[in-house]
């Protein structure tokens, strides 16, 4: 299998039923049991989904697709992907407001949901100039098209369809932690392509083992993680669902490996401690198979920087925690980990992808990289360097062997009356290893850096630390005396509440004023 030759879904659908075939691929838990559907399912299921959908409109349409990760959900988002329809996979936490604004800028044709927006979707649908808006309800709604639309049904022939490999498939509205969303779009073999890297990780990704898939499916980093990739690679992927239920899935589905982003990394962490704390014959590494099952060997981390504090304390678990680096305009990865990297680097630079730094800023050549913001000429042409690199918008420096290390963001840049550039990455770095607190933002205000802290409340608890103010505002007088003038902390803001955060975890910046 070599990214020569499968350059669509639909071949590497076609590609991974023939080769594992009745092997288990998904499974998840529904009405008390334990469920699993094969690779020879997954296309089946998938197959009557493009056939239904192209029975409806055998026209190429924009499909917004919002529902919660479950099997239909997958099984939806490929029959779209397979059917030569552009796919635009929404959060099912979305408003019926923003549904509408990013609906119409899509120009949806067609809208699918489940009950998670079901309530949502007449006021989300007005305004937008749809062909369908159509319920697909639940599992019992999906078992009719499996039927009726079959490989021996009367529209078998319409899924007979050659989909073009460069044309858009997907498009993905970029979170942003500041300014307008933009719908990316990635064509097929962006999509496909970008799992077909070499894995750094030799002892983790092997058929037949098996990753809980946590994060949402409407993020290209878990929809081509946690179920492409994992198809390519002849895994189990067990579908956990809600958060709610995945220190229950932990020890059900048991599984080797975890995608996950920091802010999950550090709740399973207290998870431990706290089994720990009732359990304290224990090991560190036996408390935390009680969280984790058995099997656990890998959590990987995305979309947010990665404290090495956190590393470390997982590997006093036995568990390797390491981080890659991407974006959705590249295609999703751009590094991926490498347990020989530096635990502070975002890992290696995958083999399909070029990187360079200039002026500061990592830039990368790709063949995944994204066609363009959906009709934001403008704003796609300001992505890309005169000679065709993507800009990342990330302050970083890459090694001769290959590892990337991000330190900061270009557009968080904090620019002084003095002239001086600060990036506030840089100095949020210096709090990682405080135990004391879970959350950090530098940003400037009226020409002066401002330091706004989230604490560690359960660490306080435990350590019986009541000023906490006190103790931060000391903490940070003290690395005042050492630190550059421009880098001086001239006001501190104690938090009482987290700070908002994108879908994908990373928290939202006020713009500098």
């Known amino acids: 299998m070599t990214n020569h030759t499968i ?5 590497l659908l076609d590609d991974c039923a023939e080769k594992y075939g009745k092997k288990t691929f998904l499974k998840f838990f529904r009405d008390g049991f334990v469920e699993s559907r094969s690779f020879l399912e997954t296309r089946t299921d998938a197959l009557a989904v493009c056939r239904w959908i192209r029975s409806l409109n055998p026209q190429r349409m924009h499909v917004a697709f919002v529902a919660k990760t479950s099997y239909e959900y997958i099984i939806c988002m490929t029959g779209i992907l397979i059917s030569g329809n552009v796919g635009i996979p929404l959060s099912p936490e979305i408003s019926a407001e923003e549904a509408a604004i990013l609906m119409k800028r899509a120009d949806v044709d067609m809208l699918l949901y489940d009950d998670t927006f079901a309530d949502k979707a007449a006021d989300a649908a007005k305004g937008a100039n749809l062909l369908f808006s159509v319920d697909i309800g639940d599992a019992a709604s999906f078992e009719h098209i499996y039927y009726a639309y079959g490989d021996d049904s009367e529209y078998a022939s319409l899924s007979d369809i050659q989909v073009d490999p460069d044309a858009a498939a997907v498009m993905i509205y970029t979170s942003g932690t500041t300014g307008v969303k933009k719908a990316v779009m990635l064509s097929s073999k962006a999509l496909v392509g970008n799992i077909m890297y070499h894995d ?9 083992d098996v990753a809980l898939s946590v994060l949402p499916m409407y993020h290209v980093y878990s929809f081509t993680g946690d179920y492409l990739k994992n198809m390519k690679d002849g895994l189990q992927v067990a579908l956990n669902g809600d958060l709610r239920y995945m220190t229950a899935n932990l020890l059900r589905f048991e599984p080797r490996v975890i995608r996950v982003v920091p802010m999950i990394a550090q709740t399973l962490l207290r998870c431990v401690r706290a089994v720990h704390n009732r359990n304290p014959h224990l090991t560190a590494p036996e408390a935390a198979r009680l969280v984790f099952g058995r099997n656990i060997k890998w959590l990987i981390s995305g979309g947010a920087y990665l404290p090495p504090r956190l590393i470390e304390e997982y590997e006093q678990l036995d568990i390797y925690l390491r981080q890659g680096y991407g974006m959705t305009e590249a295609g999703c990865r751009i590094s991926v980990p490498d347990p020989d990297a530096d635990k502070s680097s975002v890992g290696r630079v995958i083999d399909i992808c070029t990187a360079r730094v200039q002026n500061g800023e990592i830039q990368v050549n790709t063949p995944t990289k994204m066609l363009g913001y959906y009709k934001m000429p403008q704003e796609s042409a300001a992505l890309f360097t005169p000679d065709g690199w993507l800009r990342t918008g990330d302050i970083g420096r890459l090694t001769e062997d290959g590892q990337l290390f991000i330190t900061g963001r270009v557009k968080n840049l904090i620019i002084l009356s003095s002239g001086e550039n600060v990036s506030p990455e840089a100095i949020e770095k210096k709090f990682n290893d405080v135990p004391l607190i879970q959350e950090v933002m530098v940003y400037g205000e009226n020409d002066r850096i401002v330091a706004e802290f989230y604490p560690n409340n359960d660490y306080a608890e435990e350590n019986n630390i009541d000023d906490i103010d006190g103790i931060l ?14 880098h001086v902390i001239a006001k501190v803001k104690i938090r009482r509440e987290p700070f908002e955060k994108t879908g994908s975890g990373k928290i939202k910046r006020p713009r500098n004023v």
């Open 7 to 11: 350059e669509t879904v639909r071949a």
């Open 473 to 486: 505002e000391a903490l940070v007088d003290e690395m005042n005396k050492s630190a550059k003038p421009s």
């Open 200 to 208: 750094y990780i030799t002892d983790v990704f092997r058929p037949n």
